[in-house]
C-alpha cells in the first residue's frame, strides 16, 4: 500500500491476555517507530528501529512489551499479560532515514482496550 | 535527554483569526530538526511544517508559519486565516540525526465558527 498499514484497528481483550499489533512500514523506509498514546494524551516513545542496527528500546515500560522487525520491513509490537493501564493508542510510524527529511509517515493506529 | 514543552493544553480561535501555539524544547546540539504535526479526530498524524536548525529563516507553508528562536529554543506555530478543519490536537516536535523523534504533550485547538 502506499502507507503506512496498520492492524488490528480495534482490539479489545482481558487483563492478562497476550496482543500483538502489526505494523507495515512504506515499501523501502529503514526506520520505523513506536509510539503510545493515551486517551487525549502526547505520545510515549517506545521503542525505535533503524535498518540493521540494534533497536532504542529505551521507551518500552516494562518487560511484558517487546517489539520486533522482520526483514527490515514488518513489525510486530507484543504486549504480554495485559493491564488496563496498557489501553492506549499505539502508532507505528516510518521514514526513509532520519538523517534526510526527519518526516515520519503515521498509520491510523491500534486502539487497544483491556477490560 | 531532550525534552520538549508545549504549556497550552488548549487553544480556542475564531474562525478567519490568526492563532499562535508555543513550544520550548532543551537540547546541548546544533544541528537538529523541529516539526508540527497535527491530529485531527481520526487519528492519523499528518506534518504541518518543518524546521532544520541551521536554517535562519523561519519555514512557512501556506497559511502556517513558525517563529524559530534558536538562541531562546523556542519553536511557535502560527496559523493565519484560522479554518474549521484547523480544529486538532497539534504535537511539536524535535529530532536529532540518527535519533528518536521526540514530542510534547500537544495543545488542542479548537475553531469557533
Known sequence: GAGVSQSPSNKVTEKGKDVELRCDPI??????????????QGLEFLIYFQGNSAPDKSG?????????????SVSTLTIQR????????????????TGNTGELFFGEGSRLTVL | ??????????????EAETVTLSCTYDTSESDYYLFWYKQPPSRQMILVIRQEAYKQQ??????FSVNFQKAAKSFSLKISDSQLGDAAMYFCAYLEYGNKLVFGAG???RVKS
Open chain 1, 60 to 72: 518500552l515500560p516494562s518487560d511484558r512489551f517487546s517489539a520486533e522487525r522482520t526483514g527490515g
Open chain 1, 82 to 97: 495485559t493491564q488496563q493501564e496498557d489501553s492506549a493508542v499505539y502508532l507505528c510510524a516510518s521514514s526513509p532515514w
Open chain 1, 27 to 40: 515499501s523501502g523506509h529503514t526506520a520505523l517507530y513506536w509510539y503510545r498514546q493515551s486517551l487525549g
Open chain 2, 107 to 109: 495543545t488542542i485547538l
Open chain 2, 1 to 14: 535527554a531532550q525534552t520538549v514543552t508545549q504549556s497550552q493544553p488548549e487553544m480556542s480561535v475564531q
Open chain 2, 58 to 63: 523561519n519555514a512557512t507553508e501556506n497559511r
